[in-house]
């Protein structure tokens, strides 16, 4: 069965927390959050998060269950609603190397170019996310800065390159 690729609705939510959660907990060094202070651990946030659309959305990949997730929202201020941004890329490392992350990822854009005035899309990437980096670049993503000490997990410290696409 090939991998369904479709946005996220609030009946999903205690999926995407179990989701989130495996996420921080296996791979602590590509998420500025932790486990014990993630504001995605509650379900009542992520329900919340869900009921943004269009300017926040969260893409799936299930197989059947929910192994992969990718979400986009938009910049609330007016200044900067101009910009999209990518935040929590993960898949399960049971479903790696089958193509789901750029299918979330060519999702994602996809979506970004049908919102209104949108003209680029950002993210963050850590040092330690050498496999997401190189996606993100064969994408078209360029990076534009890093910032040094970004991210500490005990007493390693990594770097995010923050990339940028233009549509």
């Not at 495996?22 to 651990?41: I, K, Q, R």
């Not at 998060?49 to 269009?54: D, E, I, K, S, V």
């Not at 300017?55 to 201020?77: C, H, I, T």
């Amino acid at each position: 069965m090939t991998p369904q690729i479709r946005t996220i609705d609030e009946a999903d939510a205690p999926d995407l927390v179990g989701l989130r959660r495996t996420a921080l907990v296996d791979s602590p060094g590509s998420f500025l959050a932790s486990p014990e202070d993630d504001w995605a651990s509650s379900e009542t946030a992520v329900r919340e998060l869900l009921r943004r659309q269009p300017d926040s959305v969260v893409f799936g990949a299930y197989a059947p269950q929910l192994v992969g997730m990718l979400g986009l929202y938009r910049e609330n201020l007016r200044k900067a609603a101009h910009k999209a941004h990518l935040w929590g890329m993960f898949v399960q490392a049971t479903h790696r190397r089958r193509g789901l992350a750029e299918r979330l990822l060519e999702a994602a854009i996809r979506y970004a170019r049908t919102l209104d005035g949108i003209t680029s899309v950002h993210l963050s990437v850590s040092d330690s996310a050498i496999g997401a980096q190189r996606l993100y670049e064969s994408a078209g993503f360029e990076t534009w800065g890093i910032e040094p000490d970004a991210i500490r997990v005990g007493t390693q410290s990594q770097r995010d390159h923050h990339m940028y696409l233009s549509l």
